[in-house]
């Protein structure tokens, strides 16, 4: 037999069973990207994890398969977060299992050598999972906030005086409240992973994909305090139910094309003063 079917054998069967235990939880991954708008960019992830794969077929071809029993441990630990996520009603844990379990079997099966080359992979596919309750309210609330605080702030420079309470802005005209859907959060996760292919695609250096990554973060927060911001101006100078209603909703896909122009603006800066930079792998 041709070693290449005697070898597809038991990847097959791998992925039967990849299937048989993850068919009902990626369907409802799939779901909360549709119904939870804070995660809509998950449907961006499979595509760009499968041009990752293709992309670096090459290194993939050479790399020397040698299976290890050395990753069981990580199978083990992907299958037990597994039960503790079915058993515990814990989405979160179901799904980050995916990523343990397939890293180990990459490990077991192809070795430390492969796993080596798809790690960034699984990291991109972590991407696509939702943040817990839990840790989503953490994060959300700071970012309420901050972009209140940093609204409140900018308003008085242009005439408006205000009176924040944590994250209600009160106006002379009407009370502003930055809800958990104005934290920014949505546009935080979007920018990000967004961050995270441009400078995959475009930049040449691992230190500067990271820098692209993690420069998205204070321009997603900066972005939604100017949102606030002219929200604000608005409900002041305007109409306050058009400021509430089409402002406010046309104002975040005006800042997330700002924010993307200024990730641009960030990776032309690192070209001028630093150069094209090294390819890394």
Not at 59 to 80: K, R, Y
Request: aromatic share 12%; hydrophobic share 55%.
């Amino acid at each position: 037999m041709h070693p290449a079917l005697a070898a597809s054998g038991p990847a097959l069967l791998v992925c039967l069973m990849l299937v048989l235990l993850y068919h009902g939880i990626a369907v409802k991954l799939v779901t909360d990207w549709y119904e939870l708008p804070d995660f809509s960019h998950g449907f961006l992830i499979p595509f760009f994890a499968a041009f990752l794969l293709w992309d670096k077929r090459r290194q993939l071809q050479s790399t020397a398969i040698e299976p290890s029993w050395a990753g069981v441990w990580l199978v083990t630990l992907g299958l037990f977060v597994l039960l503790l996520g079915i058993f515990g009603a814990d989405l979160f844990l179901q799904r980050t299992s995916f990523i343990l379990l397939t890293a180990g079997l990459v490990w077991t099966l192809l070795g430390r050598a492969m796993l080596g080359q798809v790690k960034f992979v699984l990291f991109v596919l972590l991407l696509a999972i939702p943040l817990p309750t839990i840790l989503f309210n953490q994060i959300t609330f700071p970012l309420q906030i901050v972009a209140s605080k940093l609204a409140s702030s900018l308003l008085p420079l242009a005439g408006v005086p205000v009176l924040r309470e944590g994250n209600v802005i009160q106006l002379p005209t009407m009370q502003l409240e930055v809800a958990e859907a104005c934290s920014g959060i949505r546009s935080l996760m979007s920018l990000f992973t967004v961050a995270v292919i441009y400078g995959y695609l475009l930049e040449r250096s691992n230190w500067r994909r990271v820098v692209m990554a993690l420069s998205s973060i204070p321009i997603a927060v900066a972005a939604n305090g100017a949102r606030i911001f002219g929200t604000g101006l608005c409900v002041q100078y305007w109409d306050p139910d058009k400021a509430m209603g089409f402002f406010h909703e046309f104002s975040g896909w005006l800042m997330f094309l700002v924010s993307l122009g200024c990730l641009y603006l960030v990776h032309l800066a690192m070209r001028l003063v630093l150069g094209e930079g090294r390819h890394t792998t």
